[in-house]
């Protein structure tokens, strides 16, 4: 088994820029926020003024003993306008950097997490043929500012969350349905992605700072979500949900190990062009999975339309009546993750939980979904999975997206009055599983079996 030569395994939580930083208003959510598309015309505002508060943040991670930390680099703050570089905010970033690496923090920096600067929004975005181009000129003014003293990245965030999100479900701006557009972003991000896996690898070559030794590893965060047929017997929900998940889950892994590009889906989604630098080399050095939960794919061909998910005869939904399942209606399906992360073994690379978590004011079911999908962690890695860290979503309460602040991910709790931050008591039973594995240790079946106090799992 390849686990003997692994790197220690890391503990840590996520978090992303816009989501927690405040005050990115050269980006595109906030522009769309301005115009009352969040719930309750909510606005991303100060956040939690993370930009003003990272060393107590970056503590309160340390004092939960973690030993890793992904965060996002905010592209619109560092090019707020074109070609035009802010270097005040890059030596933002390059201090957050430091300052992890004085807590014993492994970074983990991820170059694009939905957000982007206003001036390339109005370009369409990533549907936009020169936005790859721009992204890569993004990523080596990074690679060259921070990449010696940042061993672990992502390049891009969810690529199909934000390439449906935007064109096809209407969640993310610019919130058109416009198959075509959400085909080319596909397409694009894919390039962009090639394009900097390049960059890092090729311009980050001097290695500095307290984790010089640990390898340079460029990955990505891929959503994955396990998806069922409503009705088990339903013939056509099962080719559907089949059909959803090659879209959703697969044809992102494909396409960056080096296959077949398969970004399209029959009357949904126009096939996207092959983009040949990515044909037959695989173009990762990890594979980021972010896992929450379960998609229940019902065929209902006599819904009207705003039911249905996009244009279609679909419905889609996270749970069932009376399921267990988080604030924000995701079932708690630990079984699917177990699904996700095999369909990760054919690749035979390293793999990092990029973010798992729940939506969970009450912190009433926070501790058993971290158990038991840690649990699969250590399943999968006994199954021979090279599986090297996990993060939990989120460190603290954050912007949720279109849902706003309501929905609460946190480890920490954030009073959005006073900006003050409180531990949940997840956040001390993270801290005792951790403490209880030897530093650098994997998630242990045995260990984890003694904070079981769940009994129904
Ligand atoms: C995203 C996060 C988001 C989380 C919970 C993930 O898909 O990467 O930004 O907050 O899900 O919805």
Known sequence: ???????????????????????????????????????????????????????????????????????????????PSEGKWDSAAMDWYSELIDECGRLGLVPMATLHHFTLPGWLAEQNGFSHEGAP???????????????????????????????????????????????????????????????????????????????????????????MLHFVPERHYHPLEIVVARALSGLYNDAWLAAVNGEKQRFGLLGVLPLAPQLAQARRRRTFDFIGVNYYTKAYVQWRPRAKSKERAAELPLGISFARRRETASDLGWAIDPAGFRHMLAKLRRFNAPVYVTENGIADANDQFRQAYLLRHLREVAHAKANGLDIRGYYHWSLLDNF??????????????????????????????????????????????????????????
Request: net charge neutral; proline share 6%; aromatic share 14%.
């Open 1 to 79: 088994m390849k686990t003997s030569t692994s790197p220690p395994f890391l503990w840590g939580a996520a978090t992303s820029s816009h989501q927690i930083e405040g005050h990115n208003r050269h980006n595109d959510w906030w522009a769309w926020e301005s115009t009352g598309a969040i719930d309750g015309g909510v606005r991303s505002g100060a956040a939690t003024d993370h930009w003003n508060r990272f060393r107590e943040d970056l503590g309160l991670a340390r004092d939960l003993g973690l030993t890793s930390y992904r965060f996002s680099i905010e592209w619109s703050r560092l090019e």
């Open 133 to 223: 181009k721009r992204f890569a000129a993004y990523a080596s003014r990074v690679a060259r500012s921070l990449g010696s003293r940042v061993p672990l990245w992502c390049t891009v965030n969810e690529p199909l969350v934000l390439a449906t999100g935007s064109y096809l479900g209407r969640f993310m701006p610019p919130a058109q349905y416009d198959p075509k557009a959400a085909s080319q972003t596909c397409y694009n991000l894919l390039k962009s992605h090639v394009l900097a896996y390049d960059i890092l690898k090729g311009e980050i070559s001097k290695r500095e700072g307290p984790f010089r030794e640990r390898p340079l590893e460029v990955g990505f965060a891929h959503n």
């Open 400 to 457: 949720e997206w279109i849902k706003g602040f309501w929905p609460r991910f946190g480890l920490y709790s954030v009073d959005y009055e006073t900006l003050a931050r409180t531990a949940r008591k997840s956040a001390y039973f993270y801290r005792e599983l951790i403490d209880a594995h030897a530093p650098g240790a994997p998630p242990d079946p045995e260990i984890l079996s003694e904070f079981d106090l769940f009994t129904q799992s």
